[in-house]
């Protein structure tokens, strides 16, 4: 039998060398980023739901002293004082406003009978709700 000699010098061969490899890295940071971007749409959504659906005091008393019934004079007089309280700190110009009307309504609270509203302390009614902004 033949004796094989598998110690052959190979020249071609090289050593194993050390890859860089990123793309882990790329996946977690492109991962992280869109994670982020997804909360912040997720927040302003949020923000929008919930700044239409909040409340507004402001507006709903606009909207009451708009709608109100002005046929039963004394319960008018107290719902213009209730709501009309609103509004009144928004301008120096509304404190002088709301207290010429309270001062208009006085006569129509506090008695068991009342006249209709007359049509001056009307037409300072109207001009108090055109002056009241949301």
Do not use: W
Request: proline share 3%.
């Amino acid at each position: 039998m033949q004796e094989h000699n598998y110690d052959i010098p190979l020249h071609d061969i090289k050593p194993i060398i050390d890859v860089q490899e990123y793309s882990l890295y790329y996946l977690l940071g492109m991962s992280f980023f869109v994670f982020l971007l997804a909360c912040g749409i997720l927040y302003i959504l949020y923000k929008r739901i919930q700044r239409h659906k909040a409340f507004n005091i402001r507006k709903e008393h606009k909207k009451l002293l708009s709608s109100l019934d002005l046929s039963n004079p004394k319960k008018s007089a107290y719902l213009i004082t209730l709501y009309g309280a609103t509004f009144k700190e928004d301008s120096p110009r509304h404190v002088e406003m709301y207290a010429n009307l309270t001062a208009r309504l006085e006569s129509y609270k506090y008695k068991k009978e009342v006249a209709n509203l007359d049509s001056e302390t009307l037409g300072y009614f109207e001009l108090y709700k055109e002056m009241c902004d949301v």
